[in-house]
């Protein structure tokens, strides 16, 4: 047991209480963010932009440029999907559907854009020596092409995030982001009740059309 509390609080022996203070609340938003997402609930937006502009600075003091990265395109990608929901609003509804061959190519375009992406920038810093960094690459994309699924209210985007998730939660473990981790495996869990809800709610649809 003190094993395991070692390896979950010794990256924090060293770490600043603001650091400490502000992970929790990006955690806390992240898990609201999700949970919003599961609800189908636009506020999935703003409480997501809190959580990745906070993370952003995080990743920069941790040099962990891939996940800087991510969540700088988690915040454009944010500010886009709030204006697709919010369109609901002025009647041109935006609808949960399943995701179709042009944006499976769409998605895996955004893919392969970001992995080349992430290692230009892990090589320009001189950083891709590690494990870590070539797991990072891999979530990232997978994480780049769900965000894009999501914004457009793409069913299979929940499927991309638990794979994502799963890879994740031992990553950032061993990244030295335990409360992070931690994070993961709430997020892991709200994103299966998430794709059962909205397949609920495609179902019905389909059957009410």
Not at 59 to 86: E, P, R
Not at 134 to 146: E, V
């Amino acid at each position: 047991m003190n094993q395991i509390s070692d390896f979950f609080l010794e990256p924090y022996r060293t770490a600043s209480t603001f650091n400490i203070i502000i992970e929790i609340i990006a955690v806390i938003f992240g898990i609201a963010s999700v949970w919003y997402a599961k609800k189908e609930n636009i506020l999935v937006f703003p409480t997501g932009i809190i959580n990745t502009v906070i993370f952003v600075y995080l990743c920069y003091i941790f040099t962990l440029y891939g996940d800087l990265t991510i969540n700088i395109y988690y915040t454009l990608m944010s500010i886009y999907g709030w204006y697709m929901w919010k369109r609901t609003v002025k009647g041109e509804e935006i609808s949960i559907t399943k995701s179709t061959s042009k944006d499976w190519k769409t998605a895996i375009l955004i893919f392969t854009v970001t992995i080349i992406f992430v290692i230009s920038v892990y090589l320009y810093f001189d950083r891709f020596d590690r494990i870590t960094d070539y797991i990072d690459t891999i979530t990232t994309g997978i994480f780049f092409a769900a965000m894009w699924l999501m914004a457009n209210k793409k069913i299979e985007h929940w499927i991309l995030w638990i794979v994502a998730d799963i890879i994740s939660i031992p990553l950032y473990f061993v990244k030295g982001l335990g409360f992070t981790g931690l994070q993961f495996i709430i997020f892991l869990i709200l994103a299966i009740q998430g794709y059962n809800a909205w397949k609920k709610h495609l179902n019905n649809n389909h059957q009410t059309a």
